[in-house]
Nanobody, 131 residues
Framework: QVQLVESGGGLVQAGDPLRLSCAAS????????MTWFRQAPGKEREFVAG????????????LYSDSLQGRFTISRNFDKNTVDLQMNSLRPEDTAVYYC????????????????????WGQGTQVTVSS
């Protein structure tokens, strides 16, 4: 069984940076995607960024939501089973609960973006960006 614990959320001002972290317990293969989603009030949960070691390419690959416009960076420590999300130039529209998720489906060459294919979820951490 995999358990995920997020940390690092908080209240910041527009333009500030913030770093989220997710620590996983249990066995996670390097080709399992570790991914960040977020959910704002009244909206559906949306993909933010994911990372895994590709079975096909034999290297770590990442995927970001187009809406981020290069402001976020995901990183992963494959030995420690942790994944971080560095968020820069935060905007009020980034306000949401951010969730860490892991899928048991190995990544061949693409990080999956649908929440339905992820098997494990953290409890979420609130990020609030004031204008």
């Amino acid at each position: 069984q995999v358990q995920l614990v997020e940390s690092g959320g908080g209240l910041v001002q527009a333009g500030d940076p913030l770093r989220l972290s997710c620590a996983a317990s249990g066995r996670i293969w390097t080709d399992y995607p570790m991914t960040w989603f977020r959910q704002a009030p009244g909206k559906e949960r949306e993909f933010v960024a994911g990372i895994a070691r590709s079975l096909e390419l034999k290297i770590p690959i990442t995927l970001y939501s187009d809406s981020l416009q290069g402001r976020f960076t995901i990183s992963r420590n494959f030995d420690k089973n942790t994944v971080d999300l560095q968020m820069n130039s935060l905007r009020p529209e980034d306000t949401a609960v951010y969730y860490c998720a892991v899928s048991r489906t190995s990544v061949s060459s693409h990080i999956p973006q649908s929440p339905s294919v992820y098997h494990y979820w953290g409890q979420g951490t609130q990020v609030t960006v004031s204008s």
